[in-house]
């Protein structure tokens, strides 16, 4: 497997490796071991920076990948980003999903299922019957009565059992947030 390469340098990302094509149009070759797996290499990022650099490669802007849900609603299929989602509500086996704009959609799959789709996004399970996102939290208390206030007026109660699983969720987010 040959590729001509006409810029000074790419950057190519084959199995989770991350290779350099040479300079001023020399072909770059895979080893024979990468050519038996026989999936496709695929050029992320070009660049004119000198090859030399023995730093590994890194790509300046990984693209987002935002969760969306597919929600039946009056005989359509309504995609909800995960992004717009700020509380999930859970009753038996139906989910209530409250959105920024305040729509309210009745989905017939339980909670934890929900939960399972939306990995990767920045959700924490405070309750049994609640999912929040932490992008919609405003302000935070574990006293006596720990709740939660959500920028859309909301609040919602931590049960006891979940209250160090969230406090600790709560701080990786904010950890997060600042890196």
Known sequence: M??????????????GYWFRGRTRGSSFTASSSLEQQQRPLTMIHICHAPVASPQPVRPIATPIHVPKLSLPFRNQLVQV?????V???????????????KRRYLVAKNLKRLEADLVGSPFCRVHKSTLVN???????RFGDEPHLHLKNGQTISISRRRITSTRRQIRAYQAELTN
């Open 87 to 101: 509380w999930l509500e859970g009753a038996s086996n139906y989910t209530f999903i409250h959105t920024r704009d």
């Open 134 to 140: 932490l992008t919609y939290l405003l302000d935070v």
């Open 81 to 85: 980003a995960a992004t717009d989602i």
């Open 2 to 15: 040959q590729l001509m390469l006409r810029f000074r340098a790419c950057f190519y990302q084959f199995n």
